[in-house]
């Protein structure tokens, strides 16, 4: 297995990423994160949540800060943003828990699923099958792989266990290339068009209309970034995007709950 590099801020936190990860597994106990699997609760429904809530389910997402922006919320309270996402109708929710480069934790993901019902996204990079065990023991619903940073057969192999721990997957992908990759994975797989260039950062929604003509029919589609307006919804939805992820512009408003009401009216 391998993973894909690039000379970009991507490459520079998929290698911090590989740092975290052999710290990680130098004091893993292996038994306790068994006993954590076996004693988490059990997952949600992520897609079926999103399939619910179609053509106007919204992952809200749970962002402290990005690489491109950097801080982006500082009273960050993790347990209120999540109960204001469910009281706004919030579909699902994601949660970033990259600590080097998003200022996540991975404490967050269970503060966020405590306070509400809905069905939680775990936002990080995976490029380890250790990383699919713990999310599922973190209490996680769902896992993100971002298709640019993995190679087909790990891609398989990280699908695979998330989907054997009873989790689904949202396969991430900003290019032709990589929808055409992620295509090879089973039709449960969540297909999110990301329209942020991860080597570049810029952002538009043009991504995802260029990319759905490519896609068949059935599949259940997330655009992911960008989307700021009523209309931008309105477009997305006119193409068959049913679903939406969300975070920078809820996060920078005083109730992101009213700002996802405002938004989906």
Known sequence: MSIQTTDTV????????????????????????AAAIESADAPRGFAAALSARHPKAVIAEIKKASPSRGLIREDFDVAWL???YEAGGAACLSVLTDRDYFQGD?????????????????????????QIDQSRALGADCILLIVAALSDDLMQTLAARAVELGMDVLAEVHTAAELDRVLALPSRTILGINNRDL????TTLDVSRTLRTRIPDGRLLVSESGIFTPDDIARLTAIDFGAFLVGESFMRQPDPGAALQRLMA
């Open 10 to 33: 991507l490459d520079r936190i998929l290698a911090t990423k590989r740092e975290e990860l052999a710290a990680y597994r130098r004091q893993l106990d292996t038994g306790r994160l």
């Open 82 to 84: 999540a109960e204001r």
């Open 106 to 130: 991975d404490t967050f993901l269970a503060l966020a699923r405590n306070a509400c019902d809905l069905p939680v996204l775990r936002k990080d990079f995976m490029i380890d099958p250790i």
């Open 199 to 202: 080597k570049t950062f810029e």
